[in-house]
């Protein structure tokens, strides 16, 4: 599912910097090395607060499979669900194209009512929600009521989570620095070097709020189920940028022309 960008919302302030901070000599021209803080002219910065809001949906489906038989000989019981469980593997690997390592299966072997029961789960891993839908449905056309399918449980992977967090940090740094230089131009004035830039807060929460479904899970559809498993994250970044004065700029595009 395609990442949403939400609008930034930024504060921005003009200041100069706290008494005694130490300036560079391109920070102010025309001051000698080494002159003592109080004698140097103040520098300029401004201070934006910059947010941002993005969201993906899950990359992984997570399908339970069920099934049991229960016979009066041990090997009648083994064999009825054995029997399943490679029909649905096969099917998996055929429809599906699921790996062996994206399907786990665990075995139960009993005796009750001088009968042997037998039960077996089947969990596959999808990362392809189409072919899940496809074998989900093969699977209960062909072995109908002998299998209980569970709905999907959607979630993120590590690596989507960790990337979506990365990408709304630099959105919201990118939409600071782009109002930083829009109200330096204002004042006709040139941005500088960031000084300071640090993350104030994130956000994360799943589904969207507006179309959250709050019905018993065993009732949703599949399109309120993704919906539900979309994740949302957003961050609030503090930036710092220096203000560079008008004159100093004409003066290096001199230079440069020269």
């Given at each position: 599912?395609?990442?949403?960008?939400?609008?930034?919302?930024?504060?921005?302030?003009?200041?100069?910097?706290?008494?005694?901070?130490?300036?560079?000599?391109?920070?102010?021209?025309?001051?000698?090395?080494?002159?003592?803080?109080?004698?140097?002219?103040?520098?300029?910065?401004?201070?934006?607060?910059?947010?941002?809001?993005?969201?993906?949906?899950?990359?992984?489906?997570?399908?339970?499979?069920?099934?049991?038989?229960?016979?009066?000989?041990?090997?009648?019981?083994?064999?009825?669900?054995?029997?399943?469980?490679?029909?649905?593997?096969?099917?998996?690997?055929?429809?599906?194209?699921?790996?062996?390592?994206?399907?786990?299966?665990?075995?139960?072997?009993?005796?009750?009512?001088?009968?042997?029961?037998?039960?077996?789960?089947?969990?596959?891993?999808?990362?392809?929600?189409e072919?899940?839908?496809?074998?989900?449905?093969?699977?209960?056309?062909?072995?109908?009521?002998?299998?209980?399918?569970?709905?999907?449980?959607?979630?993120?992977?590590?690596?989507?989570?960790?990337?979506?967090?990365?990408?709304?940090?630099?959105?919201?740094?990118?939409?600071?620095?782009?109002?930083?230089?829009?109200?330096?131009?204002?004042?006709?004035?040139?941005?500088?070097?960031?000084?300071?830039?640090?993350?104030?807060?994130?956000?994360?929460?799943?589904?969207?709020?507006?179309?959250?479904?709050?019905?018993?899970?065993?009732?949703?559809?599949?399109?309120?189920?993704?919906?539900?498993?979309?994740?949302?994250?957003s961050?609030?970044?503090?930036?710092?940028f220096?203000?560079?004065?008008?004159?100093?700029?004409?003066?290096?595009?001199?230079?440069?022309?020269?």
């Amino acid at each position: 599912m395609p990442l949403s960008l939400s609008p930034a919302r930024v504060f921005a302030e003009l200041v100069p910097p706290p008494v005694g901070t130490n300036a560079t000599e391109n920070d102010s021209p025309g001051v000698a090395k080494g002159t003592p803080a109080f004698l140097q002219p103040p520098g300029r910065e401004v201070h934006v607060s910059g947010t941002a809001e993005l969201s993906a949906g899950p990359d992984r489906a997570k399908v339970t499979i069920r099934l049991r038989s229960k016979k009066a000989e041990a090997s009648a019981a083994r064999s009825s669900v054995t029997r399943r469980l490679d029909y649905i593997a096969q099917t998996a690997r055929q429809r599906g194209g699921i790996s062996e390592e994206n399907v786990t299966i665990t075995k139960n072997f009993s005796r009750t009512d001088n009968a042997y029961k037998m039960e077996a789960e089947v969990c596959i891993t999808f990362s392809n929600f189409e072919k899940m839908q496809d074998v989900c449905n093969f699977l209960v056309e062909k072995l109908d009521s002998s299998v209980i399918i569970s709905p999907p449980h959607f979630y993120h992977t590590v690596e989507t989570i960790d990337n979506l967090r990365r990408q709304v940090c630099l959105a919201a740094i990118g939409s600071a620095q782009q109002k930083a230089q829009e109200v330096c131009q204002l004042f006709g004035q040139s941005l500088g070097k960031p000084l300071l830039i640090k993350e104030d807060e994130m956000k994360e929460w799943e589904g969207h709020l507006e179309n959250h479904i709050t019905c018993p899970s065993d009732s949703l559809s599949l399109q309120q189920r993704l919906q539900n498993s979309i994740i949302n994250v957003s961050s609030r970044m503090f930036a710092v940028f220096e203000i560079k004065g008008e004159k100093k700029r004409k003066h290096a595009a001199l230079l440069n022309m020269n």
